[in-house]
């Protein structure tokens, strides 16, 4: 089945760095990349859609200048996270859409926390 | 504007059938799915309704009524692995985006 690769799995950064996370599809060209955060005990909050070759589109609310999304291949979409705050510490999650019947397949997600 | 309401906390027994119900306010939906997640993991897909009725795989049933802006997803002979949240997730029809609901947390017990 179509797998998404995503990495790191955790990290830990100090206020004022940044952080990549890359999610790469192994055996499939994804298009598109939905990106997510998810808070403890909530749901997932989409926060942009990257399109290969194009900008992202970002849901409001959602710092673009501080979430940077990069779609460069049809394989590989990035979010970096500037100038992290400990207010970033979240789960984000990266999902592609497969086919419309298959529902859409997830990265396993990156746990940041930013102390 | 687009909502799907589910219930946030559901117990049930090692063995039994549980239902998790899913409404939503919105138009434009492809159709519903259902996601399961474990403590720590990602959502994997469970199950996809985009026409009305049952779908069934293995343990897990999906309905779907559009008229009724509703649908549940069943779960039957229930293991202590099923123990997770649930999300039902609209399909936008002009995006593509998936729209969650806030998940429903499933409480198993032996």
């Known amino acids: 089945g179509a797998v998404v690769s995503q990495h790191p799995s955790w990290v830990i950064c100090k206020s004022g760095t940044s952080v990549k996370i890359e999610c790469r599809s192994l055996?499939?060209?994804?298009?598109?990349m939905f990106w997510y955060r998810q808070f403890p005990k909530q749901s997932l909050m989409l926060m942009a859609t990257?399109?290969?070759?194009?900008?992202?589109?970002?849901e409001q609310g959602v710092e673009k200048d501080k979430f940077l999304i990069n779609h460069a291949s049809l394989t590989l979409s990035t979010l970096t996270v500037t100038s992290a705050h400990p207010e970033d510490s979240s789960f984000y999650i990266c999902?592609?859409?497969?086919?419309?019947?298959?529902?859409?397949?997830f990265g396993s997600g990156t746990r940041l926390t930013v102390v | 504007g687009q909502s799907l309401e589910q219930p946030s906390e559901v117990t049930a027994v090692e063995g039994a059938i549980v239902q998790i119900n899913c409404t939503y306010q919105?138009?434009?939906?492809?159709?519903l799915s259902w996601y399961q997640q474990h403590d720590g993991g990602a959502p994997t897909f469970l199950s996809y309704?985009?026409l009305d009725g049952l779908e069934e795989t293995g343990r897990f049933s999906s309905f779907l009524s559009r008229s009724d802006s509703y649908g549940y997803l069943l779960l039957q002979e229930l293991q202590m692995k099923d123990s997770a949240s649930y999300f039902c997730?609209?399909?936008?029809?002009?995006?593509?985006?998936?729209?969650w609901g806030a998940g429903t947390k499933l409480i198993i017990k032996p």
């Open positions: 997730a609209g399909l936008r029809d002009s995006n593509y985006q998936l729209i």
């Open positions: 999902s592609a859409r497969v086919r419309q019947d298959d529902g859409y397949t």
């Open positions: 990257s399109n290969e070759g194009s900008k992202a589109t970002y």
């Open positions: 055996d499939f060209q994804a298009t598109t």
């Open positions: 919105t138009s434009g939906f492809y159709g």
């Open positions: 309704n985009a």
